[in-house]
């Protein structure tokens, strides 16, 4: 992280249990450790309720927590550019960089650019529901942002749901399913690969489809390059269903609504010291049952 001056937000989630402590222990301990490198202020933010604007003029983040939060923070700071450093508080830590324990340590590596950018895809969605006439924009870049992936799945109904899809704007066809993931290659080692999907490196510009407990349509696997532009149009004999962004349910949407999905104009950035396929061997790990090997290990 070399600059003239580090301004950096410490994010955390109220409900992660022990995140706002050490985040406020990150923001105490940074003028510090930065004061040998470069100028260092440092700011405890929550994330929940966090609007983006909040983080305009911060040259980097930190987040504590799990996953989740560090989706969550993923979504906030790749619009604006903003470097994330991950802290691990969680149970999977498939994003995170660092443990809490190792923190102290760690850190001042960090703050001396002792680093490299792992820069992640993005999604971007929008809708287009019957009788709107216009896509729904609910980002400033109009659409709906996901690290992971955009899942349309079924509602409170009991059958599948129907899903024409097109790539860009040319018929690929029709898949009756519980949902249908659109997956970015980080993304691939969440409820894509949970559902048979394929496990993509990070590097690799890609996009993955994967059908949920299909019933008809064409192959369950699909991988597609990642400026291609994925159409998703949904209809259901139930009075809904659903879209998920990063597992988070978004919209109840009518039967009929088109979901186009992109690669987002913006990539998260992670700041990282582990080598390139560090995930595949914390996946591996997770697999033949060893849930928690330390971040650093080599294996």
């Given at each position: ?58 040259t980097h983040a ?38 809490a324990q190792d ?197």
């Amino acid at each position: 992280m070399n600059a003239a001056t580090l301004a950096v937000a410490a994010l955390y989630y109220p409900a992660k249990a022990g995140a706002a402590a050490l985040a406020e222990h990150i923001a105490a301990e940074l003028p510090r450790i930065g004061a040998a490198t470069a100028p260092t202020t440092a700011r405890v933010l929550s994330l929940h309720g966090l609007q983006p604007d909040a983080l305009r003029g911060y040259t980097h983040a930190i987040v504590v927590g799990g996953d989740g939060s560090i989706l969550g923070a993923a979504r906030l700071c790749a619009p604006l550019g903003i470097p994330l450093l991950p802290v691990q508080l969680g149970q999977l830590g498939l994003l995170a960089e660092v443990e809490a324990q190792d923190l102290d340590t760690a850190l001042p590596h960090y703050l001396r650019g002792e680093c490299w950018r792992d820069a992640r895809l993005m999604l971007t969605a929008t809708l287009d529901a019957p009788g709107d006439g216009q896509p729904a924009s609910v980002e400033e870049d109009g659409g709906i942002p996901a690290l992971n992936e955009i899942v349309a799945a079924r509602g409170v109904s009991s059958g599948p749901i129907c899903i024409d899809i097109a790539f860009g704007g040319r018929p690929y066809g029709t898949v009756w399913a519980d949902a249908l993931i659109v997956a970015t290659p980080t993304g691939s080692s969440a409820y894509t690969r949970s559902a048979g999907g394929p496990i993509i490196h990070p590097a690799v510009a890609s996009l993955s489809l994967t059908a949920v407990a299909p019933q008809s349509g064409p192959p369950q696997i699909l991988v597609i390059p990642a400026d291609e532009t994925v159409e998703l149009h949904v209809t259901t004999d139930a009075h809904d269903w659903v879209l998920l962004a990063d597992g988070l349910v978004h919209s109840q949407l009518p039967s009929g609504t088109t979901v186009t999905v992109r690669r987002a104009p913006h990539d998260a950035i992670f700041l990282r010291r582990g080598d390139r396929y560090r995930l595949q061997r914390r996946l591996r790990d997770l697999l033949v049952g060893n849930p928690r090997p330390r971040l650093g290990a080599s294996g």
